[in-house]
């Protein structure tokens, strides 16, 4: 099944972008995914197509309007009416990896890419949109988030990546940031791989890994620390 990416945009002209090279961009080429971007302005109905207006109540920017966006996610919606429909803005639930896992396991994913100072927020009242941001930065664009989250689920799609193994045991798969890697040369500027890595035992190098991953995690990042110590418990 063909992993199907419709990105609302104003830029069409930015995709496949990056996605068209490396993993993806192998991916892409042998039809395990598709990239479908599609206009905003296309559904524009005066003569300037104009797809933002100034915001109600004042202030800088301008806004993205509901009835030229509502008409673009319809019209994504008729074309696939089985993909989910995910707007990139800093206003959204932060994604995860357990939800790029569930919509790499799924037929794809339409994508609407913010611009200005955002959306009308009466477009998430009358369209089915699930909010998502990436982070908290804010870009210039919804854009180059689609990219980050694209490239999260293709990755995660059968064969994409060499071994199966390779997409488990990383940063955030088993709720904790992944143990620290070491390769050739042995030693580096003094520095030595550590002994563990060397010894063969593979039961200790599981043991010592795990236990970097926790130690790294709780010093780094408490936040999933404190995830992981609750769902543990």
């Known amino acids: 099944m063909t992993f199907t990416a419709q990105i609302l945009t104003l830029y069409p002209e930015m995709f496949p972008g990056p996605l068209g090279i490396s993993l993806a961009g192998r991916a892409l080429g042998e039809g395990a995914w598709s990239c479908?971007?599609?206009?905003?302005?296309?559904?524009?109905?005066d003569k300037h197509r104009s797809v933002d207006d100034t915001p109600a109540g004042g202030g800088a920017g301008m806004v993205l309007r509901a009835d030229v966006l509502a008409r673009a996610v319809d019209?994504?919606?008729?074309?696939r009416p089985d993909l989910p429909v995910l707007a990139m803005t800093?206003?959204?639930?932060?994604?995860?990896?357990?939800?790029?896992?569930?919509?790499?396991e799924g037929p794809g994913v339409t994508i609407l890419c913010g611009r200005f100072e955002g959306f009308d927020e009466r477009l998430f009242e009358g369209r089915p949109i699930e909010q998502v941001?990436?982070?908290?930065?804010?870009?210039?664009g919804g854009e180059i988030g689609a990219f980050m989250l694209l490239d999260a689920?293709?990755?995660?799609?059968?064969?994409?990546?060499?071994?199966?193994?390779?997409?488990?045991?990383?940063s955030f798969e088993n709720g904790l940031l992944?143990?620290?890697?070491?390769?050739?040369?042995?030693?580096?500027?003094?520095?030595?791989?550590?002994?563990?890595?060397?010894s063969g035992d593979h039961a200790k190098i599981a043991a010592w890994r795990k236990q970097r991953a926790?130690?790294?995690?709780?010093?780094?990042?408490?936040d999933l620390w404190e995830r992981y110590r609750n769902a543990r418990d």
């Open 36 to 45: 479908a971007p599609i206009q905003i302005r296309d559904f524009a109905t």
């Open 75 to 79: 019209h994504a919606l008729d074309a």
């Open 90 to 104: 800093p206003r959204g639930t932060p994604i995860t990896q357990a939800r790029v896992r569930t919509l790499a």
């Open 133 to 140: 941001s990436m982070g908290d930065i804010i870009l210039s």
């Open 153 to 170: 689920c293709i990755r995660l799609l059968p064969g994409v990546m060499g071994a199966a193994s390779s997409g488990v045991e990383e």
């Open 178 to 198: 992944e143990y620290p890697q070491y390769t050739r040369p042995q030693e580096w500027e003094g520095r030595m791989i550590p002994e563990v890595l060397r």
């Open 214 to 222: 926790e130690d790294d995690t709780r010093l780094r990042r408490p």
